[in-house]
Protein backbone atom coordinates (compact mmCIF):
# COMPACT_ATOMS: atom_id res chain seq x y z
CA UNK A 1 0.00 0.00 0.00
CA UNK A 2 1.42 3.41 -0.63
CA UNK A 3 0.37 6.38 1.45
CA UNK A 4 0.98 9.68 0.17
CA UNK A 5 0.61 12.96 2.80
CA UNK A 6 -0.48 16.07 1.11
CA UNK A 7 -0.79 19.48 2.60
CA UNK A 8 -4.50 19.77 1.65
CA UNK A 9 -7.42 18.54 0.28
CA UNK A 10 -6.87 20.71 -3.10
CA UNK A 11 -3.54 18.92 -3.76
CA UNK A 12 -5.21 15.29 -2.81
CA UNK A 13 -7.10 16.18 -5.32
CA UNK A 14 -4.70 17.34 -8.01
CA UNK A 15 -2.92 14.46 -7.42
CA UNK A 16 -5.70 12.08 -7.97
CA UNK A 17 -7.09 13.19 -11.20
CA UNK A 18 -3.65 13.39 -12.61
CA UNK A 19 -3.25 9.92 -12.01
CA UNK A 20 -7.30 9.45 -13.63
CA UNK A 21 -5.82 11.64 -16.73
CA UNK A 22 -2.92 9.08 -16.83
CA UNK A 23 -5.03 6.14 -17.03
CA UNK A 24 -7.72 7.70 -19.46
CA UNK A 25 -4.50 8.30 -22.03
CA UNK A 26 -2.99 4.66 -21.69
CA UNK A 27 -6.57 3.18 -22.11
CA UNK A 28 -9.56 5.78 -23.51
CA UNK A 29 -12.26 3.68 -22.68
CA UNK A 30 -11.22 3.03 -18.77
CA UNK A 31 -14.09 2.37 -16.50
CA UNK A 32 -13.47 4.70 -13.42
CA UNK A 33 -15.14 4.07 -10.64
CA UNK A 34 -16.47 6.82 -8.62
CA UNK A 35 -17.76 7.49 -4.97
CA UNK A 36 -19.97 10.61 -3.41
CA UNK A 37 -20.22 12.57 -0.19
CA UNK A 38 -17.62 15.64 0.50
CA UNK A 39 -14.34 14.53 0.11
CA UNK A 40 -13.66 13.63 -4.02
CA UNK A 41 -15.35 17.02 -4.80
CA UNK A 42 -11.45 18.55 -5.51
CA UNK A 43 -11.28 15.20 -7.71
CA UNK A 44 -13.61 16.09 -9.95
CA UNK A 45 -13.32 19.93 -9.80
CA UNK A 46 -9.50 18.92 -10.95
CA UNK A 47 -10.72 16.41 -13.67
CA UNK A 48 -12.86 19.35 -14.91
CA UNK A 49 -10.12 21.68 -15.04
CA UNK A 50 -8.20 19.16 -17.04
CA UNK A 51 -11.19 18.69 -19.16
CA UNK A 52 -11.18 22.48 -19.87
CA UNK A 53 -7.84 22.98 -20.22
CA UNK A 54 -7.76 19.92 -23.00
CA UNK A 55 -5.23 18.12 -21.08
CA UNK A 56 -7.64 15.25 -20.55
CA UNK A 57 -10.21 13.53 -23.07
CA UNK A 58 -12.84 11.75 -21.61
CA UNK A 59 -14.58 11.13 -25.18
CA UNK A 60 -14.58 7.00 -24.60
CA UNK A 61 -14.54 7.29 -20.84
CA UNK A 62 -16.94 5.27 -18.74
CA UNK A 63 -18.51 6.22 -15.07
CA UNK A 64 -19.65 3.67 -12.25
CA UNK A 65 -20.97 4.57 -9.35
CA UNK A 66 -19.83 2.73 -5.83
CA UNK A 67 -23.29 2.50 -4.19
CA UNK A 68 -27.03 4.04 -3.87
CA UNK A 69 -29.04 5.00 -1.32
CA UNK A 70 -32.25 2.24 -1.30
CA UNK A 71 -35.39 3.65 -1.14
CA UNK A 72 -35.32 6.94 -2.36
CA UNK A 73 -37.60 7.50 -5.59
CA UNK A 74 -35.68 7.69 -9.22
CA UNK A 75 -34.19 11.19 -9.60
CA UNK A 76 -34.65 12.34 -6.26
CA UNK A 77 -31.93 14.84 -5.83
CA UNK A 78 -29.57 13.00 -3.12
CA UNK A 79 -29.81 9.88 -4.59
CA UNK A 80 -26.18 8.78 -5.46
CA UNK A 81 -26.80 8.63 -9.23
CA UNK A 82 -28.52 12.35 -9.49
CA UNK A 83 -25.52 13.34 -7.30
CA UNK A 84 -22.63 11.71 -9.89
CA UNK A 85 -24.70 12.98 -12.78
CA UNK A 86 -24.40 17.11 -11.67
CA UNK A 87 -20.91 16.31 -9.52
CA UNK A 88 -18.88 14.11 -12.26
CA UNK A 89 -20.78 13.62 -15.78
CA UNK A 90 -22.08 16.97 -16.49
CA UNK A 91 -19.09 18.75 -15.83
CA UNK A 92 -16.97 16.57 -17.55
CA UNK A 93 -19.05 16.24 -20.70
CA UNK A 94 -19.33 12.57 -20.31
CA UNK A 95 -23.09 10.76 -21.32
CA UNK A 96 -25.35 9.00 -19.06
CA UNK A 97 -24.96 5.95 -21.50
CA UNK A 98 -21.36 5.75 -20.23
CA UNK A 99 -22.77 5.27 -17.23
CA UNK A 100 -23.67 2.57 -14.59
CA UNK A 101 -24.60 2.41 -11.16
CA UNK A 102 -26.45 -0.27 -8.67
CA UNK A 103 -30.55 0.36 -9.30
CA UNK A 104 -31.57 1.59 -5.25
CA UNK A 105 -34.85 1.63 -6.53
CA UNK A 106 -35.68 -2.16 -8.47
CA UNK A 107 -38.10 -3.72 -6.85
CA UNK A 108 -35.96 -7.18 -6.71
CA UNK A 109 -33.34 -5.29 -4.66
CA UNK A 110 -31.22 -8.32 -4.24
CA UNK A 111 -31.34 -9.58 -8.21
CA UNK A 112 -30.21 -5.38 -8.73
CA UNK A 113 -26.74 -6.22 -6.85
CA UNK A 114 -26.05 -9.35 -8.40
CA UNK A 115 -27.33 -8.18 -11.65
CA UNK A 116 -24.69 -5.17 -10.76
CA UNK A 117 -21.48 -7.17 -10.22
CA UNK A 118 -22.13 -9.22 -13.42
CA UNK A 119 -22.25 -6.35 -15.49
CA UNK A 120 -18.96 -4.81 -13.84
CA UNK A 121 -17.71 -7.69 -14.55
CA UNK A 122 -18.86 -8.19 -18.09
CA UNK A 123 -17.50 -4.73 -18.47
CA UNK A 124 -14.32 -5.38 -18.17
CA UNK A 125 -13.76 -4.34 -14.36
CA UNK A 126 -12.96 -1.29 -12.51
CA UNK A 127 -9.97 0.34 -13.65
CA UNK A 128 -9.47 2.59 -11.20
CA UNK A 129 -11.93 2.87 -8.08
CA UNK A 130 -11.63 6.24 -6.16
CA UNK A 131 -12.90 5.80 -2.51
CA UNK A 132 -13.56 8.03 0.36
CA UNK A 133 -13.52 6.61 3.98
CA UNK A 134 -16.61 6.63 6.81
CA UNK A 135 -15.10 7.87 10.82
CA UNK A 136 -16.04 4.32 11.20
CA UNK A 137 -13.68 3.07 9.09
CA UNK A 138 -16.33 2.27 6.19
CA UNK A 139 -15.46 1.85 2.29
CA UNK A 140 -18.26 1.93 -0.22
CA UNK A 141 -21.35 1.80 2.41
CA UNK A 142 -19.63 -1.49 3.95
CA UNK A 143 -20.00 -0.76 7.41
CA UNK A 144 -18.08 -2.45 10.25
CA UNK A 145 -18.37 -6.17 10.26
CA UNK A 146 -19.33 -6.12 6.82
CA UNK A 147 -17.15 -9.57 5.11
CA UNK A 148 -14.11 -8.72 3.47
CA UNK A 149 -15.35 -10.78 0.87
CA UNK A 150 -18.79 -9.45 0.43
CA UNK A 151 -20.47 -8.77 -3.28
CA UNK A 152 -22.90 -6.17 -3.92
CA UNK A 153 -25.62 -6.10 -1.64
CA UNK A 154 -27.94 -4.05 0.70
CA UNK A 155 -26.40 -2.92 3.69
CA UNK A 156 -28.12 -1.22 6.46
CA UNK A 157 -26.40 2.80 7.71
CA UNK A 158 -25.04 2.76 11.16
CA UNK A 159 -26.60 5.49 12.96
CA UNK A 160 -23.35 7.20 12.77
CA UNK A 161 -23.10 6.99 8.99
CA UNK A 162 -26.79 8.38 9.00
CA UNK A 163 -25.81 11.30 11.38
CA UNK A 164 -22.75 12.07 8.95
CA UNK A 165 -25.12 12.58 6.20
CA UNK A 166 -27.58 14.39 7.19
CA UNK A 167 -26.48 17.90 6.03
CA UNK A 168 -27.29 16.80 2.53
CA UNK A 169 -30.86 15.92 3.63
CA UNK A 170 -33.72 18.64 4.92
CA UNK A 171 -33.71 16.69 8.06
CA UNK A 172 -31.97 13.48 9.72
CA UNK A 173 -35.03 11.40 9.45
CA UNK A 174 -34.86 11.66 5.62
CA UNK A 175 -31.49 9.59 5.61
CA UNK A 176 -32.39 6.37 4.18
CA UNK A 177 -31.93 3.33 6.55
CA UNK A 178 -30.52 0.89 3.96
CA UNK A 179 -28.58 1.10 0.65
CA UNK A 180 -26.54 -0.98 -2.33
CA UNK A 181 -22.81 -0.77 -1.81
CA UNK A 182 -20.59 -2.84 -3.94
CA UNK A 183 -19.19 -5.58 -1.74
CA UNK A 184 -15.30 -5.49 -0.03
CA UNK A 185 -14.63 -8.39 -2.64
CA UNK A 186 -16.14 -6.52 -5.43
CA UNK A 187 -14.55 -3.11 -4.45
CA UNK A 188 -11.02 -5.74 -4.35
CA UNK A 189 -11.46 -6.68 -7.67
CA UNK A 190 -10.70 -2.61 -9.21
CA UNK A 191 -6.99 -3.29 -10.43
CA UNK A 192 -6.18 0.25 -8.98
CA UNK A 193 -7.93 0.95 -5.43
CA UNK A 194 -7.30 4.94 -4.63
CA UNK A 195 -8.59 6.36 -1.19
CA UNK A 196 -8.34 9.92 0.19
CA UNK A 197 -9.01 11.16 3.27
CA UNK A 198 -9.28 14.71 4.49
CA UNK A 199 -9.63 16.36 7.70
CA UNK A 200 -9.43 15.36 11.45
CA UNK A 201 -12.30 13.65 11.38
CA UNK A 202 -10.63 11.05 9.38
CA UNK A 203 -7.64 10.04 11.21
CA UNK A 204 -8.54 7.49 13.64
CA UNK A 205 -9.87 5.71 10.64
CA UNK A 206 -7.16 6.13 8.66
CA UNK A 207 -4.59 4.62 11.41
CA UNK A 208 -6.63 1.82 11.82
CA UNK A 209 -7.10 1.46 8.13
CA UNK A 210 -3.16 1.46 6.88
CA UNK A 211 -1.51 0.79 10.34
CA UNK A 212 -4.30 -1.68 12.06
CA UNK A 213 -4.72 -4.98 11.56
CA UNK A 214 -6.63 -6.26 8.87
CA UNK A 215 -10.60 -6.92 10.12
CA UNK A 216 -14.15 -6.75 9.06
CA UNK A 217 -14.64 -4.33 12.35
CA UNK A 218 -12.92 -1.60 9.53
CA UNK A 219 -13.57 -2.61 6.27
CA UNK A 220 -11.25 -0.04 5.04
CA UNK A 221 -8.33 -2.44 6.53
CA UNK A 222 -9.29 -4.65 3.42
CA UNK A 223 -7.11 -2.49 1.18
CA UNK A 224 -3.99 -4.03 2.57
CA UNK A 225 -4.84 -7.29 0.50
CA UNK A 226 -5.26 -5.42 -2.44
CA UNK A 227 -1.54 -5.62 -4.93
CA UNK A 228 -2.54 -1.64 -5.86
CA UNK A 229 -3.90 0.72 -3.33
CA UNK A 230 -2.89 4.05 -2.39
CA UNK A 231 -4.17 5.86 0.42
CA UNK A 232 -3.78 10.09 -0.38
CA UNK A 233 -4.77 11.79 3.15
CA UNK A 234 -3.99 15.55 3.58
CA UNK A 235 -1.63 16.76 6.96
CA UNK A 236 -4.89 16.62 9.54
CA UNK A 237 -6.11 13.42 8.02
CA UNK A 238 -2.52 11.62 8.38
CA UNK A 239 -1.69 13.12 12.10
CA UNK A 240 -2.31 9.87 14.22
CA UNK A 241 -0.05 7.97 11.60
CA UNK A 242 3.12 6.69 13.80
CA UNK A 243 5.08 6.29 10.22
CA UNK A 244 4.61 9.47 8.96
CA UNK A 245 7.67 10.03 8.75
CA UNK A 246 8.75 7.40 6.54
CA UNK A 247 5.47 7.47 4.10
CA UNK A 248 6.66 11.09 3.43
CA UNK A 249 10.55 10.10 2.56
CA UNK A 250 9.28 6.87 0.51
CA UNK A 251 7.23 9.62 -1.54
CA UNK A 252 9.70 12.57 -1.75
CA UNK A 253 12.52 9.72 -3.46
CA UNK A 254 10.07 8.07 -5.64
CA UNK A 255 11.30 7.99 -8.98
CA UNK A 256 9.71 10.87 -11.80
CA UNK A 257 8.58 7.91 -14.27
CA UNK A 258 6.69 5.95 -11.51
CA UNK A 259 3.04 7.28 -11.09
CA UNK A 260 0.53 6.46 -8.42
C1 LIG B 1 -20.07 7.16 -0.71
C2 LIG B 1 -18.99 6.39 -0.11
C3 LIG B 1 -18.70 6.57 1.34
C4 LIG B 1 -18.03 7.93 1.60
C5 LIG B 1 -17.76 8.11 3.08
C6 LIG B 1 -17.10 9.44 3.38
O1 LIG B 1 -20.17 6.84 -2.07
O2 LIG B 1 -18.38 5.62 -0.76
O3 LIG B 1 -17.84 5.55 1.77
O4 LIG B 1 -16.84 7.99 0.88
O5 LIG B 1 -18.95 8.01 3.79
O6 LIG B 1 -17.95 10.48 3.06
P1 LIG B 1 -17.44 11.99 3.04
O7 LIG B 1 -16.47 12.09 1.93
O8 LIG B 1 -18.67 12.82 2.79
O9 LIG B 1 -16.81 12.22 4.36
Not at 83 to 93: A, D, F, M, N, S
Not at 231 to 242: F, H, P
Request: proline fraction near 6%; include cysteine.
Amino acid sequence: MEIVIVPDAAAGGELIATAIAELFTRKPDALLGVATGSTPLPVYRALEAKVEAGTLDVSRARVCQLDEYVGLPAGHPQSYREVLLREVLEPLGIPGERFTGPDGAAEDIAAAALAYDRELAAGGGVDLQLLGIGTDGHIGFNEPCSSLASRTRIKTLTEQTRADNARFFDSPDEVPHHVLTQGIGTILEARHLVLLATGAAKAHAVVQAVEGPLCALVPASALQLHPHATVVVDEAAAAELRLADYFRATYAAKPDWQSL
